[in-house]
T-cell receptor, first 114, second 114 residues
Framework: DGGITQSPKYLFRKEGQNVTLSCEQNLNHDAMYWYRQDPGQGLRLIYYSQIVNDFQKGDIAEGYSVSREKKESFPLTVTSAQKNPTAFYLC?????????????FGPGTRLLVL | AQSVTQPDIHITVSEGASLELRCNYSYGATPYLFWYVQSPGQGLQLLLKYFSGDTLVQGIKGFEAEFKRSQSSFNLRKPSVHWSDAAEYFCAVGAGTGGFKTIFGAGTRLFVKA
């Protein structure tokens, strides 16, 4: 089955620690995205990538970093600079980045701060 | 600036009753409009989308939405709600300004009572 997988489902971070969220897709999509979801705020774009070895900041990139070394993988690192990381993180992909493209979402990772 | 407003934070309907979820957008050009559904703890799934043509759009799971340019609205409807429709619903607008941008509303949570 084609789709997007995210791991882990739950992740705990200690103060001052960097953590990495995994996102893998086997849909052969060029574009991938990371969103942050907080209650009552909908989805906010952290980073997106249109093609391998390229990525762009979204609306709330501060305190986050990404890489896109392979087409199928787009890991997100939440750094210690992100002071309020507790949220639900969603990864998505689409065939391209035209605005009419449907995005396909993974099941999400919930990040909690200890 | 582009924006999406979902006026209802939550709605409760009885099983078998009709449903309408409201969505208003702000965008200068012809918008690309989407409705996504999110089950608890899961990613988002596309219900339907509108780009042009017939203003009444049919989607999956018996949902439909109507684009009304004069009202800047894209309301989602279903004639008879099932208990399995309980979820959070997000309206989104694709804003093409030379790059990727999809703006999501804050969501409406649907509760279904027996």
């Amino acid at each position: 089955d084609g789709g997007i997988t995210q791991s882990p489902k739950y992740l705990f971070r200690k103060e001052g620690q960097n953590v990495t969220l995994s996102c893998e897709q086997n849909l052969n999509h060029d574009a991938m995205y990371w969103y942050r979801q907080d209650p009552g705020q909908g989805l906010r774009l952290i980073y997106y990538s249109q093609i391998v070895n390229d990525f762009q900041k979204g609306d709330i990139a501060e305190g986050y970093s990404v890489s896109r070394e392979k087409k199928e993988s787009f890991p997100l690192t939440v750094t210690s600079a992100q002071k309020n990381p507790t949220a639900f993180y969603l990864c998505a992909s689409s065939p391209g980045t035209a605005v009419q493209e449907t995005q396909y979402f993974g099941p999400g990772t919930r990040l909690l701060v200890l | 600036a582009q924006s999406v407003t979902q006026p209802d934070i939550h709605i409760t309907v009885s099983e078998g009753a009709s449903l309408e979820l409201r969505c208003n957008y702000s965008y200068g050009a012809t918008p690309y409009l989407f409705w996504y559904v999110q089950s608890p703890g899961q990613g988002l799934q596309l219900l339907l989308k509108y780009f042009s043509g017939d203003t009444l759009v049919q989607g999956i799971k018996g949902f439909e939405a109507e684009f009304k340019r004069s009202q800047s609205s894209f309301n989602l409807r279903k004639p008879s709600v099932h208990w399995s429709d309980a979820a959070e619903y997000f309206c989104a607008v694709g804003a093409g300004t030379g790059g990727f941008k999809t703006i999501f509303g804050a969501g409406t949570r649907l509760f279904v009572k027996a």
